[in-house]
Protein backbone atom coordinates (compact mmCIF):
# COMPACT_ATOMS: atom_id res chain seq x y z
CA UNK A 1 0.00 0.00 0.00
CA UNK A 2 1.00 3.57 -1.06
CA UNK A 3 1.93 6.18 0.90
CA UNK A 4 -0.14 9.16 1.53
CA UNK A 5 0.20 12.84 1.25
CA UNK A 6 -2.78 15.39 2.11
CA UNK A 7 -2.60 19.02 1.38
CA UNK A 8 -5.44 20.70 2.87
CA UNK A 9 -5.66 24.58 2.31
CA UNK A 10 -8.40 27.27 2.12
CA UNK A 11 -9.57 27.28 -1.09
CA UNK A 12 -9.36 25.89 -4.23
CA UNK A 13 -6.01 26.90 -5.98
CA UNK A 14 -4.47 27.35 -2.78
CA UNK A 15 -2.63 23.54 -3.26
CA UNK A 16 -1.68 24.44 -6.91
CA UNK A 17 0.03 27.99 -6.13
CA UNK A 18 1.80 26.50 -2.98
CA UNK A 19 2.98 22.94 -3.37
CA UNK A 20 1.43 21.07 -5.99
CA UNK A 21 4.93 20.53 -7.33
CA UNK A 22 5.97 18.84 -4.03
CA UNK A 23 2.66 16.56 -4.46
CA UNK A 24 3.40 15.56 -7.99
CA UNK A 25 6.78 14.55 -7.29
CA UNK A 26 5.72 12.42 -4.53
CA UNK A 27 3.29 10.84 -6.88
CA UNK A 28 5.87 10.81 -9.87
CA UNK A 29 8.93 9.49 -7.55
CA UNK A 30 7.46 7.47 -4.92
CA UNK A 31 3.77 6.92 -5.81
CA UNK A 32 2.06 8.45 -3.26
CA UNK A 33 -1.31 8.80 -3.38
CA UNK A 34 -2.29 12.34 -3.57
CA UNK A 35 -5.38 14.02 -1.98
CA UNK A 36 -6.05 17.53 -2.31
CA UNK A 37 -8.41 19.15 0.05
CA UNK A 38 -10.05 22.45 1.16
CA UNK A 39 -11.53 24.02 3.77
CA UNK A 40 -14.25 25.76 1.01
CA UNK A 41 -15.59 25.89 -2.36
CA UNK A 42 -14.61 28.86 -3.11
CA UNK A 43 -18.14 30.44 -2.69
CA UNK A 44 -16.81 34.43 -2.96
CA UNK A 45 -14.35 33.82 -5.77
CA UNK A 46 -16.32 35.53 -8.24
CA UNK A 47 -17.73 38.96 -9.43
CA UNK A 48 -19.98 36.67 -12.03
CA UNK A 49 -21.88 33.71 -10.35
CA UNK A 50 -23.93 33.79 -7.18
CA UNK A 51 -22.51 31.42 -4.52
CA UNK A 52 -23.71 28.20 -4.99
CA UNK A 53 -22.79 28.20 -8.77
CA UNK A 54 -19.32 29.17 -8.32
CA UNK A 55 -19.13 26.71 -5.83
CA UNK A 56 -19.72 24.06 -7.61
CA UNK A 57 -17.72 25.51 -10.41
CA UNK A 58 -14.75 25.43 -8.37
CA UNK A 59 -15.17 22.06 -7.11
CA UNK A 60 -15.31 20.47 -10.19
CA UNK A 61 -12.06 22.77 -11.16
CA UNK A 62 -10.27 21.19 -7.98
CA UNK A 63 -11.35 17.61 -8.70
CA UNK A 64 -9.98 18.21 -12.58
CA UNK A 65 -6.69 19.79 -11.60
CA UNK A 66 -5.92 16.89 -8.42
CA UNK A 67 -6.98 13.82 -11.65
CA UNK A 68 -4.16 15.65 -13.76
CA UNK A 69 -1.73 13.65 -10.98
CA UNK A 70 -4.21 10.85 -10.23
CA UNK A 71 -4.74 12.58 -7.08
CA UNK A 72 -8.80 13.11 -5.31
CA UNK A 73 -10.34 16.15 -4.21
CA UNK A 74 -11.89 16.97 -1.21
CA UNK A 75 -14.26 19.84 0.24
CA UNK A 76 -14.79 19.87 3.45
CA UNK A 77 -17.94 22.54 3.13
CA UNK A 78 -17.02 25.46 5.26
CA UNK A 79 -17.66 29.23 3.44
CA UNK A 80 -15.48 31.78 2.36
CA UNK A 81 -14.44 34.74 5.00
CA UNK A 82 -16.38 32.00 7.29
CA UNK A 83 -13.36 29.67 8.21
CA UNK A 84 -12.91 29.63 11.95
CA UNK A 85 -11.23 27.38 13.92
CA UNK A 86 -14.20 24.98 15.58
CA UNK A 87 -14.68 21.73 17.13
CA UNK A 88 -16.91 20.96 13.94
CA UNK A 89 -14.08 21.85 11.19
CA UNK A 90 -11.66 19.99 13.14
CA UNK A 91 -13.27 17.01 13.20
CA UNK A 92 -13.94 17.19 9.74
CA UNK A 93 -9.97 17.27 9.27
CA UNK A 94 -9.84 14.79 11.60
CA UNK A 95 -11.89 12.68 9.25
CA UNK A 96 -10.29 13.08 6.57
CA UNK A 97 -6.91 12.50 7.86
CA UNK A 98 -7.86 8.81 9.09
CA UNK A 99 -9.91 8.16 6.05
CA UNK A 100 -6.71 9.09 3.68
CA UNK A 101 -4.32 7.52 6.06
CA UNK A 102 -2.14 10.43 5.60
CA UNK A 103 1.57 10.38 6.50
CA UNK A 104 2.19 13.43 5.30
CA UNK A 105 0.23 16.75 5.64
CA UNK A 106 0.61 20.58 4.22
CA UNK A 107 -1.12 22.82 4.95
CA UNK A 108 -0.67 27.28 5.05
CA UNK A 109 1.80 28.94 7.20
CA UNK A 110 0.28 30.31 10.75
CA UNK A 111 1.16 33.39 9.90
CA UNK A 112 -0.90 34.57 5.97
CA UNK A 113 -2.63 37.33 4.16
CA UNK A 114 -5.86 35.67 4.35
CA UNK A 115 -7.49 34.99 7.41
CA UNK A 116 -9.03 31.68 6.02
CA UNK A 117 -5.80 30.81 5.65
CA UNK A 118 -4.37 31.09 9.17
CA UNK A 119 -7.96 29.67 10.56
CA UNK A 120 -6.99 26.71 8.29
CA UNK A 121 -3.25 26.72 9.56
CA UNK A 122 -4.79 26.28 12.76
CA UNK A 123 -7.48 23.72 12.09
CA UNK A 124 -4.61 21.36 10.18
CA UNK A 125 -2.59 21.40 13.11
CA UNK A 126 -4.64 20.73 16.14
CA UNK A 127 -5.97 17.98 13.53
CA UNK A 128 -2.68 16.21 13.37
CA UNK A 129 -2.32 16.47 16.95
CA UNK A 130 -5.69 14.65 17.84
CA UNK A 131 -5.95 12.06 14.66
CA UNK A 132 -4.01 9.55 16.45
CA UNK A 133 -5.90 9.70 19.88
CA UNK A 134 -8.23 7.14 20.24
CA UNK A 135 -10.65 8.99 22.86
CA UNK A 136 -10.72 12.18 20.76
CA UNK A 137 -13.56 10.92 18.58
CA UNK A 138 -14.96 7.96 20.95
CA UNK A 139 -17.93 6.36 19.37
CA UNK A 140 -17.82 8.31 16.04
CA UNK A 141 -14.86 6.85 14.47
CA UNK A 142 -15.50 6.09 10.57
CA UNK A 143 -12.43 4.94 9.94
CA UNK A 144 -9.78 3.86 13.02
CA UNK A 145 -7.24 6.37 14.14
CA UNK A 146 -3.80 7.13 13.09
CA UNK A 147 -1.11 5.32 14.58
CA UNK A 148 1.07 8.22 15.09
CA UNK A 149 1.03 12.19 14.46
CA UNK A 150 1.76 12.66 10.70
CA UNK A 151 4.53 15.32 9.43
CA UNK A 152 3.78 18.17 9.17
CA UNK A 153 4.70 20.91 7.18
CA UNK A 154 3.64 24.50 6.53
CA UNK A 155 3.55 26.50 2.85
CA UNK A 156 4.89 29.70 2.09
CA UNK A 157 2.52 32.16 3.30
CA UNK A 158 1.51 34.29 -0.18
CA UNK A 159 4.53 36.68 -1.16
CA UNK A 160 6.69 34.91 1.64
CA UNK A 161 5.54 37.89 4.38
CA UNK A 162 2.96 38.25 7.20
CA UNK A 163 0.59 40.46 7.29
CA UNK A 164 3.46 43.55 8.65
CA UNK A 165 5.35 42.69 5.68
CA UNK A 166 7.96 41.28 7.68
CA UNK A 167 9.45 38.35 5.47
CA UNK A 168 8.88 34.63 6.52
CA UNK A 169 12.06 32.63 5.34
CA UNK A 170 11.59 28.73 4.88
CA UNK A 171 13.80 26.22 6.14
CA UNK A 172 13.98 24.12 3.58
CA UNK A 173 13.51 24.27 -0.29
CA UNK A 174 12.00 21.52 -2.57
CA UNK A 175 12.74 21.28 -6.30
CA UNK A 176 9.76 22.09 -8.81
CA UNK A 177 11.74 23.34 -12.27
CA UNK A 178 11.48 19.25 -14.05
CA UNK A 179 7.84 19.06 -12.78
CA UNK A 180 6.35 23.29 -13.33
CA UNK A 181 5.04 22.47 -16.69
CA UNK A 182 2.48 19.73 -15.06
CA UNK A 183 1.91 22.15 -11.86
CA UNK A 184 0.89 24.82 -14.27
CA UNK A 185 -1.66 22.54 -16.20
CA UNK A 186 -2.74 21.46 -12.53
CA UNK A 187 -3.03 25.55 -11.53
CA UNK A 188 -5.28 26.64 -15.24
CA UNK A 189 -7.76 24.32 -14.34
CA UNK A 190 -9.19 26.56 -11.91
CA UNK A 191 -10.19 28.33 -14.93
CA UNK A 192 -12.77 30.48 -13.00
CA UNK A 193 -10.38 32.32 -11.34
CA UNK A 194 -8.46 34.82 -14.10
CA UNK A 195 -11.23 37.60 -14.12
CA UNK A 196 -11.70 37.30 -10.55
CA UNK A 197 -8.13 38.22 -9.76
CA UNK A 198 -8.24 40.75 -12.50
CA UNK A 199 -11.06 42.52 -10.79
CA UNK A 200 -9.86 41.53 -6.69
CA UNK A 201 -6.12 41.42 -6.90
CA UNK A 202 -4.77 43.02 -9.55
CA UNK A 203 -2.63 40.02 -11.36
CA UNK A 204 -3.64 39.53 -14.56
CA UNK A 205 -1.92 36.47 -15.48
CA UNK A 206 -1.66 34.46 -11.97
CA UNK A 207 0.33 31.13 -13.43
CA UNK A 208 2.69 33.45 -14.53
CA UNK A 209 2.23 34.76 -11.00
CA UNK A 210 3.07 31.72 -9.33
CA UNK A 211 5.75 30.31 -11.39
CA UNK A 212 7.74 34.35 -10.85
CA UNK A 213 7.22 33.20 -7.14
CA UNK A 214 8.95 29.79 -7.83
CA UNK A 215 11.52 31.19 -9.40
CA UNK A 216 12.37 33.98 -7.08
CA UNK A 217 12.00 31.34 -3.96
CA UNK A 218 14.50 29.06 -6.18
CA UNK A 219 17.28 31.54 -6.68
CA UNK A 220 17.71 31.75 -3.18
CA UNK A 221 19.18 28.33 -3.19
CA UNK A 222 20.16 27.72 -6.91
CA UNK A 223 17.23 26.02 -8.36
CA UNK A 224 15.23 27.39 -11.28
CA UNK A 225 11.63 27.24 -9.98
CA UNK A 226 11.06 25.99 -5.87
CA UNK A 227 8.38 25.61 -3.34
CA UNK A 228 9.63 26.69 0.38
CA UNK A 229 8.31 24.76 3.31
CA UNK A 230 9.03 24.92 7.15
CA UNK A 231 8.25 21.44 8.96
CA UNK A 232 6.40 21.60 12.58
CA UNK A 233 8.90 20.76 15.14
CA UNK A 234 7.52 20.76 18.52
CA UNK A 235 6.90 18.34 20.90
CA UNK A 236 5.54 14.88 20.13
CA UNK A 237 6.00 15.74 15.95
CA UNK A 238 7.97 13.54 14.13
CA UNK A 239 11.99 14.98 14.16
CA UNK A 240 12.94 13.71 10.50
CA UNK A 241 12.52 15.55 7.71
CA UNK A 242 10.82 13.10 5.60
CA UNK A 243 10.51 15.34 2.41
CA UNK A 244 13.80 16.25 2.00
CA UNK A 245 14.50 12.69 2.79
CA UNK A 246 12.69 11.76 -0.03
CA UNK A 247 12.89 14.63 -2.23
CA UNK A 248 15.96 15.89 -1.59
CA UNK A 249 15.97 20.12 -0.48
CA UNK A 250 18.41 22.82 0.17
CA UNK A 251 18.85 25.22 2.98
CA UNK A 252 20.16 28.74 3.35
Not at 73 to 91: F, K, P, Q, T
Not at 175 to 204: C, F, P, Y
Not at 217 to 225: S, T
Amino acid sequence: MSKSVLAILAHPDDAEILCAGTLIRLRQEHNWTVHIATMTAGDCGTAEYPPEKIAEIRRSEGASAAKLIGGEYHCLGARDMRVEYSNDLVEKTVQLMCKVRASVVLTHSPDDYHPDHEATSKIVRTATFAAPIPNYLHGRWIDPPLEHIPHLYYCDPVEGKDILGRPIVPGFWIEVTKVMDLKSQMLAAHASQRNWLIKHHGVDDYIISMKDWSAKQGKNVAFEYAEGFRQHLGHSYPQNNLLAELLGSKTL
